[in-house]
């Protein structure tokens, strides 16, 4: 059986790593090797170290709308192919089944392109190739834009099989009328391992009052307007309150590709480098780590305030009790599946955050978990062994394509 995950990278978005990682040891341990496994990267060149360790065959991703569909319909008619250079073609020709892992799509959060073209376009082609296309613990939704919500409606029913990561996901595609819908599942990186660099084995800093992680993100900045004075307001409220606040960049450093790093306004560094200037000696995590690592060093931590949504999974699989400053309902959704969707916050239709409000209940926040870090561990519990149980559902839909 040859699987083809995409939608992730194995660097980059340490969110993407730790998806990636999760599904391709968990299709290991369960198919050992009888399975082979693809993965179909933005960044090659960069994924290629990591993949090699993890004997990965690399196709590399781009131009599925330009080239990809096109040359499929080259080939149907002229039983030959034109366009030679189309790794995304293919790896959709090599694989038996494909593994979606986007983390969110269908959703008015983005633009028309990266929410919704583009994702119809790599659904069409799998059906087009008769490849069973699997859309594994994602976000979809809200829909209100009628252009988005006519492409779900075309597109998702090609889908093989589609497990919904939110309740608010699962009520806006069943409303599609959707026959492939799965149940809900927690995200597909909820049981990826935690484990503390080196630096940290067995050497935690001493700290005042708590350890809370506080974990910014950069794409904030292009979609708010006042995030940066949101981080500062939280951070002085944890050291005011008594506590050590633990900064953690939950992306890769900036390397050759800072550039592109900028116009994605994924730039986390940069972010923390502007963020710390107006205190001293903070403690920071800001090299290079695995998305196992990273894990490890909210591990250490007893409170999170996680702005990148796969630390804010880091922090709820290990049990600590995490207030949110985010972009989209995945936030809401996964702190409402531990009782505590008051504490997830988004910006207005202005791009504005009611910084006031946001203070407030930081405040109540503190109070409320500071002395009780026990809160949320039975629903923890629980999501575990949904997070399980999705694996052993995706298995199930393997097997019938065998």
Known sequence: MKILITGASLTGNKGASAMCISVIKALRVNYGSKVKVGLLSPKPDLDKPMSDDLNI?????????????????????????????DPVYDGYLWADLIIDIHGINFSDSGTLTSHAIIPSAQIFLAYLLSTPLVKFTQTFGPM??????????IFLPLVANIFPREESAHQCLDALHLKNLEKVYVDSAFLLPSKLPKLLAGNIPESKGKRIAFVPNAILLSKTKNYIKVCKTLISQIINQGHTPVIIMHYSRPTTDEA????????????????????????????EYSSSELKGIISTCDLAVPSRYHALVASISQSIPSFCVGWAGKYEGLLGKVGMSDFSFTADSEGYFDVENISKNFLIFLKKYSNDLSKIDSNV???RQECSDSYERLFEIIDSHE
């Open 57 to 85: 065959k690399l196709f590399s991703y781009g131009g599925v709308l330009r080239k990809s569909i096109p040359n499929y319909f080259l080939v149907s008619i002229f039983k030959k192919r034109f366009i030679k250079n």
């Open 144 to 153: 209100e834009r009628l252009n988005i919500r006519i492409m779900a409606k």
């Open 260 to 287: 592109l790093l900028n116009k994605s306004s994924n730039n986390d560094y940069q972010l923390v480098q502007d963020l710390v200037v107006d205190f001293n000696n903070l403690e920071m995590y800001v090299e």
């Open 381 to 383: 519990l629980d999501l």
